[in-house]
């Protein structure tokens, strides 16, 4: 099953709507990032069982809205645009949209968890931008973010 490119109007929605919703994402996303970086630097102190929650719910729910729900998004509709009918939309089976959203995705790890870490996220990102690509929802790439982080605290 390949993603369908959905035009403002087969979806009844308005401009206002759509800008809407992208800011509703883009604050709910600047809302974790905030919580994160206070966390991250001891100005904020939680109980353990509140990074389970924080990296197994939180974290996968706003990563894989901004990440995918947006720039992915974002970066197919250009990608479909700018094409002048050269179908370069795969790559090794893998979006072109899916691949830079994993590059940025991985870069902004770095200042967070270095390079190594950077790496380590690379491909489950791929992972979860394929499962976007061919379902067209961000639940399954939303549930498979959340077990891969499960992960960390497992082993």
């Given at each position: 099953?390949t993603?369908?490119?959905?035009?403002?109007?087969?979806l009844?929605?308005?401009?206002n709507?759509l800008?809407?919703?992208?800011?509703?994402?883009?604050?709910i996303?600047?809302?974790f990032?905030?919580?994160?970086f206070?966390?991250?630097?001891?100005s904020i102190?939680?109980?353990?069982?509140?990074?389970?929650?924080?990296?197994?719910?939180?974290?996968?729910?706003?990563?894989?809205?901004?990440?995918?729900?947006v720039?992915?998004?974002?970066i197919?509709?250009k990608?479909?645009?700018?094409?002048f009918g050269?179908?370069?939309?795969?790559?090794?089976?893998?979006?072109?949209?899916?691949?830079?959203?994993?590059?940025?995705?991985?870069?902004?790890?770095i200042?967070f968890?270095?390079?190594?870490h950077?790496?380590?996220v690379?491909?489950?990102?791929?992972?979860?931008?394929?499962?976007?690509d061919k379902?067209?929802?961000?639940?399954?790439?939303?549930?498979?973010?959340?077990?891969y982080?499960?992960?960390?605290?497992i082993?």
């Open positions: 099953m993603k369908t490119l959905y035009t403002i109007d087969s009844s929605m308005t401009k709507t800008s809407a919703r992208f800011w509703l994402i883009i604050l996303v600047a809302g990032a905030w919580f994160g206070r966390l991250m630097y001891g102190v939680v109980p353990p069982i509140f990074d389970i929650f924080t990296f197994v719910l939180f974290a996968p729910v706003a990563e894989e809205l901004f990440f995918r729900g720039i992915q998004d974002a197919f509709i990608v479909q645009q700018k094409s050269i179908t370069f939309d795969s790559l090794l089976g893998l979006s072109v949209a899916n691949l830079l959203t994993s590059i940025f995705f991985s870069l902004l790890h200042p968890w270095g390079v190594p950077s790496l380590l690379f491909f489950p990102s791929l992972a979860f931008g394929f499962l976007y379902s067209g929802r961000l639940l399954y790439p939303i549930i498979l973010h959340a077990i982080n499960l992960n960390t605290f082993v």
